[in-house]
Protein backbone atom coordinates (compact mmCIF):
# COMPACT_ATOMS: atom_id res chain seq x y z
CA UNK A 1 0.00 0.00 0.00
CA UNK A 2 1.53 3.48 -1.06
CA UNK A 3 1.83 6.12 2.01
CA UNK A 4 -0.95 8.63 2.62
CA UNK A 5 0.29 11.96 2.50
CA UNK A 6 -1.01 14.88 4.77
CA UNK A 7 -2.96 17.11 2.42
CA UNK A 8 -3.89 20.25 4.80
CA UNK A 9 -2.29 23.46 4.71
CA UNK A 10 -0.79 23.80 7.78
CA UNK A 11 2.77 24.41 7.56
CA UNK A 12 5.69 21.83 7.87
CA UNK A 13 8.62 22.46 10.62
CA UNK A 14 10.75 22.24 7.76
CA UNK A 15 9.38 24.80 6.22
CA UNK A 16 8.79 27.27 8.83
CA UNK A 17 12.41 27.61 9.27
CA UNK A 18 13.44 28.15 5.90
CA UNK A 19 11.73 31.20 6.67
CA UNK A 20 12.22 34.63 8.29
CA UNK A 21 9.94 35.44 11.28
CA UNK A 22 7.82 38.00 9.38
CA UNK A 23 7.12 35.42 6.96
CA UNK A 24 6.81 33.07 9.43
CA UNK A 25 4.01 34.90 10.90
CA UNK A 26 2.05 35.36 7.67
CA UNK A 27 2.74 31.70 6.79
CA UNK A 28 0.70 30.33 10.46
CA UNK A 29 -1.68 33.38 10.02
CA UNK A 30 -4.29 30.80 8.15
CA UNK A 31 -3.75 28.29 10.50
CA UNK A 32 -4.36 29.71 13.87
CA UNK A 33 -6.06 32.49 12.78
CA UNK A 34 -9.70 31.79 14.16
CA UNK A 35 -7.84 30.98 18.04
CA UNK A 36 -6.22 34.08 17.41
CA UNK A 37 -9.65 35.57 16.94
CA UNK A 38 -11.20 34.20 20.08
CA UNK A 39 -8.68 35.43 22.12
CA UNK A 40 -9.26 39.13 21.06
CA UNK A 41 -13.11 38.16 21.90
CA UNK A 42 -12.29 37.33 25.14
CA UNK A 43 -10.29 39.94 25.67
CA UNK A 44 -12.10 42.53 23.80
CA UNK A 45 -15.51 41.11 26.56
CA UNK A 46 -13.22 41.06 29.00
CA UNK A 47 -12.61 45.11 28.68
CA UNK A 48 -16.30 45.87 27.90
CA UNK A 49 -17.96 44.14 30.52
CA UNK A 50 -15.53 43.54 33.28
CA UNK A 51 -18.41 42.70 35.96
CA UNK A 52 -20.15 40.07 34.09
CA UNK A 53 -18.11 38.71 31.47
CA UNK A 54 -14.19 37.50 32.90
CA UNK A 55 -16.13 35.40 35.91
CA UNK A 56 -16.52 31.87 37.32
CA UNK A 57 -20.18 32.48 36.99
CA UNK A 58 -20.14 33.34 32.92
CA UNK A 59 -17.29 30.38 32.04
CA UNK A 60 -19.86 28.16 34.22
CA UNK A 61 -22.43 29.53 32.54
CA UNK A 62 -21.08 28.89 28.85
CA UNK A 63 -19.98 25.58 29.56
CA UNK A 64 -23.47 24.37 30.83
CA UNK A 65 -25.03 25.98 28.09
CA UNK A 66 -23.01 24.57 24.94
CA UNK A 67 -21.26 21.68 26.28
CA UNK A 68 -23.90 19.59 23.94
CA UNK A 69 -23.60 21.80 21.10
CA UNK A 70 -20.06 20.43 21.40
CA UNK A 71 -20.45 17.14 22.04
CA UNK A 72 -23.01 17.27 18.10
CA UNK A 73 -20.50 19.33 16.30
CA UNK A 74 -17.46 16.24 17.42
CA UNK A 75 -20.66 13.57 16.41
CA UNK A 76 -21.23 16.24 12.97
CA UNK A 77 -17.07 15.98 12.64
CA UNK A 78 -16.36 12.41 12.98
CA UNK A 79 -18.87 11.46 9.14
CA UNK A 80 -17.07 14.98 7.52
CA UNK A 81 -13.63 13.54 7.94
CA UNK A 82 -14.74 10.98 5.05
CA UNK A 83 -16.58 13.43 3.26
CA UNK A 84 -19.62 13.11 4.35
CA UNK A 85 -22.33 14.89 6.31
CA UNK A 86 -24.96 13.44 9.08
CA UNK A 87 -27.74 15.74 9.63
CA UNK A 88 -29.69 13.87 12.35
CA UNK A 89 -27.23 15.23 14.79
CA UNK A 90 -30.00 17.79 15.07
CA UNK A 91 -32.97 15.71 14.60
CA UNK A 92 -31.74 12.23 16.56
CA UNK A 93 -30.85 14.61 20.18
CA UNK A 94 -35.07 15.17 19.39
CA UNK A 95 -35.92 11.62 19.69
CA UNK A 96 -33.14 10.36 22.19
CA UNK A 97 -33.63 12.72 24.92
CA UNK A 98 -37.44 11.67 25.20
CA UNK A 99 -36.33 8.27 25.03
CA UNK A 100 -34.10 8.59 27.80
CA UNK A 101 -36.93 9.97 30.06
CA UNK A 102 -39.85 7.38 28.47
CA UNK A 103 -37.52 4.21 29.03
CA UNK A 104 -37.40 5.38 32.97
CA UNK A 105 -41.24 5.87 32.87
CA UNK A 106 -41.64 2.29 31.91
CA UNK A 107 -39.51 0.95 34.79
CA UNK A 108 -36.37 0.73 33.86
CA UNK A 109 -33.18 1.79 35.78
CA UNK A 110 -31.57 5.06 34.26
CA UNK A 111 -28.02 2.83 33.98
CA UNK A 112 -30.37 0.68 31.27
CA UNK A 113 -32.36 3.06 29.50
CA UNK A 114 -29.13 4.89 28.45
CA UNK A 115 -27.81 1.79 27.03
CA UNK A 116 -30.57 1.72 24.90
CA UNK A 117 -30.74 4.76 24.02
CA UNK A 118 -27.00 4.55 22.57
CA UNK A 119 -27.65 1.40 21.02
CA UNK A 120 -30.70 3.30 19.19
CA UNK A 121 -28.53 6.23 18.44
CA UNK A 122 -25.93 3.92 17.08
CA UNK A 123 -28.46 1.51 15.03
CA UNK A 124 -29.82 4.76 13.37
CA UNK A 125 -26.01 5.60 12.71
CA UNK A 126 -25.69 2.49 10.88
CA UNK A 127 -28.92 2.86 9.06
CA UNK A 128 -27.00 6.16 7.54
CA UNK A 129 -24.25 4.15 6.90
CA UNK A 130 -26.41 1.64 4.51
CA UNK A 131 -28.17 4.04 2.77
CA UNK A 132 -25.09 6.38 2.21
CA UNK A 133 -22.94 3.13 1.24
CA UNK A 134 -25.19 0.63 -0.17
CA UNK A 135 -28.33 2.14 -1.33
CA UNK A 136 -26.15 4.87 -2.62
CA UNK A 137 -27.64 7.91 -1.19
CA UNK A 138 -26.21 11.43 -1.05
CA UNK A 139 -25.37 11.77 2.47
CA UNK A 140 -27.43 15.27 2.72
CA UNK A 141 -30.21 13.53 1.21
CA UNK A 142 -30.21 10.16 3.79
CA UNK A 143 -29.52 12.00 7.06
CA UNK A 144 -32.04 14.62 6.36
CA UNK A 145 -34.56 11.54 5.15
CA UNK A 146 -33.79 9.55 8.46
CA UNK A 147 -33.37 12.65 10.69
CA UNK A 148 -37.29 13.58 9.46
CA UNK A 149 -37.83 10.33 10.33
CA UNK A 150 -36.94 10.35 13.82
CA UNK A 151 -38.27 13.67 14.60
CA UNK A 152 -41.60 12.19 13.55
CA UNK A 153 -41.30 9.28 15.56
CA UNK A 154 -40.64 11.42 18.46
CA UNK A 155 -43.84 13.71 17.54
CA UNK A 156 -45.65 10.36 17.07
CA UNK A 157 -44.49 8.89 20.82
CA UNK A 158 -45.32 12.45 22.99
CA UNK A 159 -48.54 13.31 21.24
CA UNK A 160 -47.44 16.72 20.91
CA UNK A 161 -47.17 16.55 24.92
CA UNK A 162 -44.55 17.25 27.60
CA UNK A 163 -42.96 13.87 28.95
CA UNK A 164 -42.79 14.49 32.82
CA UNK A 165 -41.59 12.17 35.24
CA UNK A 166 -39.38 12.06 38.57
CA UNK A 167 -36.22 10.11 37.51
CA UNK A 168 -33.64 9.36 39.46
CA UNK A 169 -31.04 11.61 41.32
CA UNK A 170 -27.90 9.44 39.35
CA UNK A 171 -29.87 10.32 36.14
CA UNK A 172 -29.61 14.21 37.12
CA UNK A 173 -26.19 14.01 38.35
CA UNK A 174 -24.51 13.31 34.74
CA UNK A 175 -25.79 16.39 34.22
CA UNK A 176 -25.85 18.66 37.20
CA UNK A 177 -22.87 17.52 38.75
CA UNK A 178 -19.64 20.30 39.58
CA UNK A 179 -15.96 18.47 39.25
CA UNK A 180 -13.32 21.20 40.56
CA UNK A 181 -15.68 23.88 40.08
CA UNK A 182 -16.67 23.30 36.75
CA UNK A 183 -20.21 21.67 35.32
CA UNK A 184 -18.70 17.78 34.39
CA UNK A 185 -20.09 18.43 30.76
CA UNK A 186 -17.47 20.89 29.83
CA UNK A 187 -15.10 17.16 31.22
CA UNK A 188 -17.25 14.93 28.83
CA UNK A 189 -16.28 17.12 26.16
CA UNK A 190 -12.51 17.48 27.02
CA UNK A 191 -12.49 13.03 27.34
CA UNK A 192 -14.57 12.87 23.86
CA UNK A 193 -12.40 15.51 21.95
CA UNK A 194 -9.21 14.30 22.99
CA UNK A 195 -10.25 10.59 22.33
CA UNK A 196 -11.32 11.36 18.73
CA UNK A 197 -8.12 13.03 18.62
CA UNK A 198 -5.86 10.26 19.35
CA UNK A 199 -7.75 8.23 16.85
CA UNK A 200 -7.59 10.20 13.97
CA UNK A 201 -4.31 11.59 14.38
CA UNK A 202 -2.33 8.74 15.96
CA UNK A 203 -4.47 5.57 14.62
CA UNK A 204 -4.32 3.74 10.67
CA UNK A 205 -8.41 4.27 11.16
CA UNK A 206 -8.08 7.82 11.46
CA UNK A 207 -5.68 7.69 8.09
CA UNK A 208 -7.95 5.84 6.46
CA UNK A 209 -10.66 8.18 7.00
CA UNK A 210 -8.90 11.27 5.97
CA UNK A 211 -7.70 9.28 2.78
CA UNK A 212 -11.33 8.63 1.93
CA UNK A 213 -12.59 12.23 2.74
CA UNK A 214 -9.62 13.55 0.45
CA UNK A 215 -10.35 10.61 -2.63
CA UNK A 216 -12.58 7.89 -2.14
CA UNK A 217 -11.60 6.31 -5.38
CA UNK A 218 -7.97 6.44 -4.75
CA UNK A 219 -8.29 5.08 -0.80
CA UNK A 220 -10.30 1.94 -2.29
CA UNK A 221 -7.75 1.37 -4.70
CA UNK A 222 -5.05 1.12 -2.07
CA UNK A 223 -6.96 -1.46 -0.22
CA UNK A 224 -9.37 0.86 2.16
CA UNK A 225 -12.52 -0.96 2.81
CA UNK A 226 -14.64 2.27 2.22
CA UNK A 227 -18.30 1.59 3.15
CA UNK A 228 -16.78 -0.46 6.33
CA UNK A 229 -14.99 3.09 7.81
CA UNK A 230 -17.53 5.34 6.48
CA UNK A 231 -20.41 3.24 7.97
CA UNK A 232 -18.11 3.31 10.86
CA UNK A 233 -17.94 6.70 10.93
CA UNK A 234 -21.85 7.29 10.87
CA UNK A 235 -22.45 4.63 13.65
CA UNK A 236 -19.75 6.96 15.82
CA UNK A 237 -21.62 9.83 15.08
CA UNK A 238 -25.10 8.49 15.90
CA UNK A 239 -24.27 7.16 18.83
CA UNK A 240 -22.32 10.48 20.09
CA UNK A 241 -25.62 11.96 19.21
CA UNK A 242 -27.62 9.93 21.75
CA UNK A 243 -25.09 10.73 23.98
CA UNK A 244 -25.75 14.11 23.97
CA UNK A 245 -29.85 13.64 23.94
CA UNK A 246 -29.09 11.71 27.07
CA UNK A 247 -27.10 14.86 28.90
CA UNK A 248 -29.93 17.11 27.13
CA UNK A 249 -32.80 14.61 29.10
CA UNK A 250 -30.59 15.08 32.44
CA UNK A 251 -30.44 18.91 31.96
CA UNK A 252 -33.75 19.73 31.57
CA UNK A 253 -35.50 16.89 33.27
CA UNK A 254 -38.55 16.73 30.97
CA UNK A 255 -38.66 15.65 27.46
CA UNK A 256 -40.53 17.67 24.29
CA UNK A 257 -40.67 17.27 20.66
CA UNK A 258 -40.32 20.92 20.01
CA UNK A 259 -36.48 20.87 22.21
CA UNK A 260 -33.62 19.97 20.12
CA UNK A 261 -33.69 21.21 16.34
CA UNK A 262 -31.87 24.19 17.74
CA UNK A 263 -28.85 22.13 17.89
CA UNK A 264 -28.62 21.37 14.87
CA UNK A 265 -27.28 24.98 13.08
CA UNK A 266 -24.37 25.42 15.66
CA UNK A 267 -23.46 22.21 15.70
CA UNK A 268 -22.69 22.03 11.80
CA UNK A 269 -21.24 25.55 12.42
CA UNK A 270 -18.91 24.45 14.51
CA UNK A 271 -17.99 21.12 12.62
CA UNK A 272 -17.79 23.75 9.24
CA UNK A 273 -15.24 26.57 11.36
CA UNK A 274 -13.12 23.20 12.11
CA UNK A 275 -12.29 22.86 8.83
CA UNK A 276 -11.10 26.52 9.24
CA UNK A 277 -8.77 26.69 11.61
CA UNK A 278 -5.44 24.60 12.99
CA UNK A 279 -5.63 22.45 10.07
CA UNK A 280 -7.04 24.21 7.30
CA UNK A 281 -8.41 22.94 4.66
CA UNK A 282 -10.13 19.40 6.49
CA UNK A 283 -12.00 18.89 9.81
CA UNK A 284 -10.41 18.47 12.81
CA UNK A 285 -11.36 17.75 16.41
CA UNK A 286 -9.67 21.03 17.83
CA UNK A 287 -10.43 23.17 15.30
CA UNK A 288 -14.13 21.70 15.89
CA UNK A 289 -13.50 23.08 20.03
CA UNK A 290 -12.45 26.49 18.86
CA UNK A 291 -15.34 26.93 16.59
CA UNK A 292 -18.07 25.79 19.26
CA UNK A 293 -15.65 28.43 21.86
CA UNK A 294 -15.82 31.37 19.24
CA UNK A 295 -19.58 31.09 18.58
CA UNK A 296 -20.44 30.66 22.93
CA UNK A 297 -18.18 33.58 23.47
CA UNK A 298 -19.65 36.23 20.59
CA UNK A 299 -22.98 34.80 21.40
CA UNK A 300 -22.56 35.53 25.35
CA UNK A 301 -20.99 38.52 24.61
CA UNK A 302 -23.34 40.09 22.77
CA UNK A 303 -26.50 38.62 25.06
CA UNK A 304 -24.48 40.56 27.65
CA UNK A 305 -24.43 43.92 25.90
CA UNK A 306 -28.89 43.43 25.75
CA UNK A 307 -28.65 41.63 22.28
CA UNK A 308 -32.34 40.53 21.67
CA UNK A 309 -33.54 36.60 21.50
CA UNK A 310 -32.65 36.74 17.21
CA UNK A 311 -29.38 37.36 17.63
CA UNK A 312 -28.13 33.86 18.60
CA UNK A 313 -29.58 32.22 15.05
CA UNK A 314 -28.26 35.31 13.27
CA UNK A 315 -24.80 34.99 14.54
CA UNK A 316 -24.71 30.90 13.76
CA UNK A 317 -26.48 31.61 10.66
CA UNK A 318 -23.99 34.28 9.13
CA UNK A 319 -21.18 32.53 10.58
CA UNK A 320 -22.12 29.11 9.03
CA UNK A 321 -21.92 31.17 5.89
CA UNK A 322 -18.84 32.65 6.41
CA UNK A 323 -17.03 29.55 7.62
CA UNK A 324 -18.65 27.50 4.27
CA UNK A 325 -17.36 30.16 2.37
CA UNK A 326 -13.60 29.87 4.13
CA UNK A 327 -13.94 26.01 4.27
CA UNK A 328 -14.44 25.50 0.49
CA UNK A 329 -11.74 28.44 -0.48
CA UNK A 330 -9.21 26.10 1.64
CA UNK A 331 -10.54 23.11 -0.10
CA UNK A 332 -9.84 24.85 -3.41
CA UNK A 333 -6.27 25.62 -2.19
CA UNK A 334 -5.48 22.76 -1.21
CA UNK A 335 -6.42 21.31 -4.35
CA UNK A 336 -4.10 23.15 -6.51
CA UNK A 337 -1.50 22.56 -3.99
CA UNK A 338 -1.96 19.02 -4.82
CA UNK A 339 -2.10 19.53 -7.87
CA UNK A 340 0.91 21.55 -8.48
CA UNK A 341 3.20 19.40 -6.02
CA UNK A 342 2.04 16.17 -8.38
CA UNK A 343 2.96 18.64 -11.84
CA UNK A 344 6.36 19.02 -10.18
CA UNK A 345 7.02 16.03 -8.63
CA UNK A 346 6.14 14.28 -12.08
CA UNK A 347 8.49 17.20 -14.12
CA UNK A 348 10.98 15.94 -11.97
CA UNK A 349 10.91 12.66 -12.57
CA UNK A 350 10.90 12.50 -16.24
CA UNK A 351 14.34 11.78 -18.09
CA UNK A 352 16.17 14.98 -18.82
CA UNK A 353 15.99 13.86 -22.58
CA UNK A 354 12.29 13.84 -21.99
CA UNK A 355 12.51 17.43 -20.26
CA UNK A 356 15.03 18.39 -23.73
Not at 46 to 52: A, I, R, S, Y
Not at 110 to 138: H, K, T
Not at 181 to 205: C, K, N, R, S
Not at 317 to 323: E, S
Request: net charge positive.
Amino acid sequence: MNSIKATALEPTSDELQSLPPSARVVRLAPVYGLVILTVLLIALFTVLLPDTFPTLLNLRSIISDKAIIAILSLAATIPMVTGKIDLTVGYGIVLWHILAISLQTLGLPWPIACLLVLALGAFSGLLNGLLVEVARIDSFIATLGTGTVLYALALWHTGGRQMVAMLPDGFYALNSTFLFGLPITGYYVLAIAIALWLILEYLPIGRYMYAIGANPAAAALNGIPVPRYVMAAFIASGTLTALAGILLASKLRIGQASVGLEYLLPALVGAFLGSTTIKPGRVNVWGTLIGVTILAVGISGIQQFGGSFWVEPLFNGVTLLVAIGIAGYAQRKRGFVIKTTNTIEADDNQPRSEKA
